[in-house]
T-cell receptor, first 115, second 114 residues
Framework: NAGVMQNPRHLVRRRGQEARLRCSPV?????VYWYRQLPEEGLKFMVY????????ESGMPKERFSAEFPKEGPSILRIQQVVRGDSAAYFC?????????????FGQGTRLTVV | AQKVTQAQTEISVVEKEDVTLDCVYE???????LFWYKQPPSGELVFLIR??????QNEISGRYSWNFQKSTSSFNFTITASQVVDSAVYFC???????????FGAGTRLTVKP
C-alpha cells in the first residue's frame, strides 16, 4: 500500500483559486478511486476511474469538481473556484482489478486548506 | 440503504489490555465485502482485512482478530495485548457487489497509553 503516491501532501488555496491534486497509483494498477474525508468524519466516495475513462462519478459534486486519469501520467482531481467547505483530506486509492472484492490501497492523502 | 456504524467514537486503553472495536453494517445485498482500515497519526490509510459476505469464518492475524456475524450484521475487530503503536483511527467499510462506492464508518479513535 505504500505504492500509491499523492502530491502535494498539503495544499493551501485562497477562495476562488483552483486546486489540483495528483495521484500516481501502484505500478500496474489501472483503477483509481478518489475519496474525501471531512474533519472527524469517515471517507466518502467521490469518483472511480479507469485509464482514460470515468466509470462512476456519483459521489462527486456536479459543479467545480472534475477528475481524469489519462493514458500517461497521474490521475488528477481538480477543484475550481475553491470555497471554505472544500477544506478536507482527499485520498486516492488504486486497485489492480475493478472487482468489488479486491482491496484498494490508499495513498497518504492531500490535505487541502482553503483560506 | 448501505450504512456502516461505528458507535464508539473514542476508546482509551492501557497498554497490554485487549480492546474490541465494534462495526455494525446495513445492507440488503446478499453479496458484499467488509473491510477494516487503520489511519495512524501520519494520516495514511492502511488496509487490514477484507471479508466476503459468504465467508463467515473468523480470522486471526497476530494480535488482530475479526469476528464476522451475519446474524447481527457485525464485523468486530479485536486487538489483543494492545501496544502504543496501535493508537490510530480505525475505519470499517462496506462495499456492495455491484457498486464502486465503498461506504466507510465514521471511525473509532483508539488511544493506547503506556
Amino acid at each position: 500500500n505504500a505504492g500509491v503516491m499523492q502530491n502535494p501532501r498539503h495544499l493551501v488555496r485562497r477562495r476562488g483559486q483552483e486546486a489540483r491534486l495528483r495521484c500516481s497509483p501502484v505500478k500496474g494498477h489501472s483503477h483509481v478511486y478518489w475519496y474525501r474525508q471531512l474533519p472527524e468524519e469517515g471517507l466518502k466516495f467521490m469518483v472511480y476511474l479507469q485509464k482514460e475513462n470515468i466509470i462512476d462519478e456519483s459521489g462527486m459534486p456536479k459543479e467545480r469538481f472534475s477528475a481524469e486519469f489519462p493514458k500517461e501520467g497521474p490521475s488528477i482531481l481538480r477543484i475550481q473556484q475553491v470555497v471554505r467547505g472544500d477544506s478536507a483530506a482527499y485520498f486516492c486509492a488504486s486497485s489492480s482489478l475493478g472487482r468489488r472484492n479486491t482491496e484498494a490501497f490508499f495513498g497518504q492523502g492531500t490535505r487541502l486548506t482553503v483560506v | 440503504a448501505q450504512k456502516v456504524t461505528q458507535a464508539q467514537t473514542e476508546i482509551s486503553v492501557v497498554e497490554k489490555e485487549d480492546v474490541t472495536l465494534d462495526c455494525v453494517y446495513e445492507t440488503r445485498d446478499t453479496t458484499y465485502y467488509l473491510f477494516w482500515y487503520k489511519q495512524p497519526p501520519s494520516g495514511e490509510l492502511v488496509f487490514l482485512i477484507r471479508r466476503n459476505s459468504f465467508d463467515e469464518q473468523n480470522e486471526i492475524s497476530g494480535r488482530y482478530s475479526w469476528n464476522f456475524q451475519k446474524s447481527t450484521s457485525s464485523f468486530n475487530f479485536t486487538i489483543t495485548a494492545s501496544q502504543v503503536v496501535d493508537s490510530a483511527v480505525y475505519f470499517c467499510a462496506l462495499r456492495r457487489d455491484n457498486n464502486n462506492d465503498m461506504r466507510f464508518g465514521a471511525g473509532t479513535r483508539l488511544t493506547v497509553k503506556p
